[in-house]
């Protein structure tokens, strides 16, 4: 048997996944790996990961979105339905949360679209906060989570709605999903 060293963080995760008393890191280990209870050579464990992985390949495949447009609508209607939205009492984070999902959901789309969406003379996208400032005194930006984007912030609740929509709008999703939007920041 070999020993090597493994830091603090690493050997509290192993240790949490004690199952029986007196059971060894090498069970553990070989327990989190999917590796047979004993040492074995290691052709066979190869054999037994390829036979484990053509198994998890004759599972049925869940059916993705059919397109793109698809996914980005399943993605909006997904937040649109989360408790996490539905509960967060600042109109601001809820403007950042349907942004991030657009983004996830057509990352390439999004950035297009967004360099059609801006105001008479303001920026509402922008690659980094300072663009975005640079157009007006009273302008406020902040990161869109999970993308490289910031958007402007400061408008009303009803300009957000109306550049959530604008840039929906470029994304060419269905007019009444586009309609629902609107609505939640028209309030």
Do not use: C
Request: aromatic share 6%.
């Amino acid at each position: 048997m070999k020993t090597i060293e493994v830091d603090d963080e690493l050997y509290h995760y192993i240790a949490s996944r004690t199952q029986a008393i007196g059971e060894s890191a090498s069970d553990i280990l070989r327990r989190l790996l999917r590796l047979p209870a004993s040492p074995q050579p290691f052709v066979l464990v190869q054999e037994n990961m390829i036979n484990e992985l053509k198994d998890l390949a004759k599972l049925p495949k869940t059916k993705a979105p059919a397109n793109p447009q698809d996914k980005l609508i399943k993605q909006i209607e997904f937040v649109l339905a989360s408790s996490l939205f539905n509960q967060e009492k600042k109109v601001v984070n809820r403007f950042l949360m349907l942004l991030s999902a657009i983004h996830r959901a057509v990352p390439a789309k999004f950035t297009q679209a967004t360099e059609k969406v801006q105001g008479s003379e303001r920026v509402y996208f922008a690659r980094d906060e300072a663009t975005i400032l640079a157009t007006g005194s009273g302008a406020k930006a902040k990161a869109i989570p999970d993308s490289p984007f910031w958007v402007i912030t400061n408008n009303n609740t009803e300009r957000k709605g109306i550049i959530l929509a604008s840039l929906m709008t470029e994304l060419e999703l269905p007019t009444e999903l586009i309609e629902r939007i609107k609505a939640l920041f028209n309030q």
